[in-house]
């Protein structure tokens, strides 16, 4: 009876562990993820951009309002995106 004890205990440690790792994940980690995958997406539609000497250049993209056919550039919205030039050159 005391081994089966000992096991509940520790698959209930286990659970709890698995589930803070995913609270972890969900709040802190996930978010910093998608922010980058959009930006990401977002630079590559990126036009008018504004590039001096910094890292960072001032853009505009179109918001696509889930729908891929739709897209709304009535009010382009802006966005910082990494100024490609500087990265050529170092190349």
């Keep these: 009876m005391k081994d089966a004890t000992g096991e ?3 698959t209930a440690v286990a659970v709890v562990a698995i589930a803070a790792i995913g ?3 969900a709040n802190l980690i996930w978010p910093t ?5 959009l ?3 977002y ?3 990126a036009f008018n951009c504004t ?3 910094s890292e960072l250049c001032s853009c505009y993209y179109c918001d696509s309002s889930g729908d891929s056919t739709d897209v709304n550039c009535d ?3 802006p966005i910082q995106c990494p100024n490609n030039n500087n ?3 170092g190349q």
């Design 8 to 10: 509940l205990s520790m």
């Design 23 to 25: 609270v972890v994940f």
């Design 33 to 37: 993820i998608r922010t980058n995958i």
């Design 39 to 41: 930006r990401s997406t």
């Design 43 to 45: 630079c590559s539609q």
């Design 51 to 53: 590039c001096g000497t």
């Design 75 to 77: 009010k382009p919205q």
């Design 87 to 89: 990265t050529e050159k």
